[in-house]
Structure formats: structure tokens, C-alpha cells
């Protein structure tokens, strides 16, 4: 049966010389993956071009539950991201978000609201004109909305800790080691307080970005056990 559905490029394994398996998180099946069958040759009918970090499709597929790899049917942008795809910063920020996604989000089942988050989520980044540097902070603490483990922005003087246990800040360091201590604690509140409209307010150096972005994926890992590292992230930290 075809099913027509939206999706969002999360990450691409090369199969064989002219074809590709690519992993779509959809708005009607959740994360699913795709055989795309002649993606790098001229005569396939979808084409390597569609597939970029991020890129929402529009897509016509053949969805079997009991099947590991799905069919593509016809397949085409959603809109063109050309803020992203033309930008060598936003690309880097595109590349680290879908490899993050591509190794948080599992479920083979729709999800109105997290598909909702990320398609606007995307569309700011592709549309921004400053602040997104600050980007992924904001893209990571949003989705732990979506994940089940958002914090709880209890942060004052007298709370400075954020204990990633619990996801709440507390007075004095805890005895286990998953915490952000402060001067970083108090911008990880920050960052809970800011949202995409306004990240250009968020004043951080590179050095604390780094620590920030560090923190945040613990903070992840302590949650997804199964997560594991980041591999774009040394390329985000050069770019920031």
C-alpha cells in the first residue's frame, strides 16, 4: 500500500556504488529506512541531491511494518532549505542535529508533535539571520521536551548545580559525577530561559559554548545510555 507522508533526512549509509540506505524520520511512521536504489546514478528516480542533512521531503512510499528496509515511491522537497545548504556554518550546525537525531530517536511509530518541533526547528536555522551559533543548545534542550527528560529551571544563587539524575538544580554538588557545575550552570539555566527567537541574546564565548554543548550531551547520554558520542561534534567546536 502507498502511503503519502513528510520526512526529514537524518542520515545516510552508502550500499553499494549506486545506491544509498537512507535513515527518514516521518511524520506518519516515525524513524524509518529507506532503499533508495540508483540515488547516484542519472538514471535513478530519486536523486542523491534530495538527501541532504535535514532536508523535508515530500514522499510517497510503501511502508510494511515486518520490513527492515522500506520502498520509496516518488519522493521530492518540501520546500528548498537554500539558508542551509549555502551557508557553511548552518551546514555544520545541520550535520551535527541530524547525527544527533539519528542516534536519539528510534521509534517507528508517528509523532505529531515531536515531527512539528523539528520541521520548525529547521525552517528558523535555514531563515536566521544571527544567533546561530547558540543554535544547537536551544535545538538540544527543546528536543529533551520531546525525549521525556527536561529540566525543571529551578536555578537561583543558592541552587547552582544542575544534577542530571534528576534534572533539577540543587544547593551543594551531588555525590554522584553527572552534574554541570557553575559559572556553566547558570548559562544551561540561560538557555532554558531563551528560546530560537531570541537566541542572538544569549552572550557566550567559545570556550563556554563548548563546555555548555559538553554538558548538554551528558546530560543526553545519562538518559539514552545507548546514545554514544558525537562524531561531528569536533568540527561543530572549530566552526563555534
Do not use: W
Not at 195 to 201: I, P, V
Amino acid at each position: 500500500m502507498i502511503h503519502k507522508t513528510r520526512g526529514i533526512v537524518i542520515h545516510n549509509i552508502r550500499y553499494t556504488d549506486n545506491s544509498v540506505i537512507s535513515h527518514i524520520y516521518t511524520e506518519g511512521f516515525g524513524r524509518q529506512a529507506f532503499m533508495v536504489n540508483g540515488a547516484r546514478s542519472k538514471k535513478g528516480t530519486v536523486r542523491i541531491n534530495l538527501l541532504h542533512h535535514l532536508s523535508i521531503l515530500e514522499m510517497e512510499v510503501y511502508i510494511k511494518q515486518s520490513r527492515e528496509l522500506q520502498r520509496i515511491k516518488e519522493m521530492r522537497l518540501h520546500e528548498t532549505l537554500a539558508g542551509i545548504s549555502g551557508h557553511p556554518v548552518k551546514n555544520a550546525v545541520a550535520i551535527f542535529v541530524a547525527e544527533v537525531l539519528y542516534r536519539t530517536l528510534q521509534e517507528q511509530e508517528a509523532n505529531p508533535a515531536m515531527f512539528t518541533f523539528l520541521v520548525n526547528a529547521i525552517k528558523i536555522l535555514d531563515l536566521s539571520d544571527s544567533g546561530h551559533a547558540n543554535f544547537h543548545l536551544l535545538f538540544l534542550m527543546g528536543l529533551t521536551r520531546h525525549l521525556g527528560f527536561y529540566p525543571r529551571n529551578n536555578y537561583n544563587r543558592t541552587r547552582e548545580y544542575f544534577d542530571m539524575e534528576n534534572a533539577v538544580f540543587i544547593e551543594k554538588q551531588p555525590l554522584q559525577p553527572c552534574f554541570i557545575a557553575p559559572p556553566a550552570s547558570r548559562h544551561f539555566a540561560g538557555v532554558m530561559g531563551c528560546s530560537f527567537e531570541n537566541m542572538d541574546s544569549l552572550k557566550l564565548n567559545s570556550e563556554l559554548r563548548n563546555e555548555l554543548i559538553t554538558g548538554m550531551l551528558d546530560f543526553y547520554r545519562y538518559h539514552l545510555p545507548g546514545m554514544g558520542q558525537i562524531k561531528s561534534l569536533p568540527v561543530l567546536r572549530e566552526v563555534f
